[in-house]
């Protein structure tokens, strides 16, 4: 069975960090890269960062360059996604989701995770 279980969502204040994680499991976890998109309250779903478990190489939406960082622990088939600096516009449900290129912004998961909430008051 296909798993990708999210943790580490919260309420934080606005400059606040938060560590979301994503613990993969049911599937070949170095065929797939591993996305993170979000999802605010009336709005499309957005891919905020990605990351190839072949080569490592990481993709930032602008809106969170230089505030969130993405890392991968192989080993442990687990993704995280460091946030800092955090604005209430990053407020909204956080999905992971394995998708087969990272490098192609609009390629659609083939799996995803039930999503945790992050909620950052101004």
């Known amino acids: 069975e296909v798993q990708l279980v999210e943790s580490g969502g919260g309420l934080v204040q606005a400059g606040g960090s938060l560590r979301l994680s994503c613990a993969a499991s049911?599937?070949?976890?170095?065929?797939?890269?591993i996305g993170w998109f979000r999802q605010a309250p009336g709005k499309e779903r957005e891919r905020v960062s990605c990351?190839?478990?072949?080569?490592?190489?990481?993709y930032y939406a602008d809106s969170v360059k230089g505030r969130f960082t993405i890392s991968s622990d192989n080993a442990k088939n687990t993704v995280y996604l460091q946030m800092n600096s955090l604005k209430p516009e990053d407020t909204g449900v956080y999905y992971c989701?394995?998708?087969?290129?990272?490098?192609?912004?609009?390629?659609?998961?083939?799996?995803w995770g039930q999503g945790t909430q992050v909620t950052v008051s101004s």
């Open positions: 989701a394995a998708v087969l290129r990272c490098e192609v912004a609009g390629e659609p998961p083939e799996y």
């Open positions: 990351i190839s478990s072949s080569d490592g190489s990481t």
């Open positions: 049911g599937f070949t976890f170095d065929d797939y890269g």
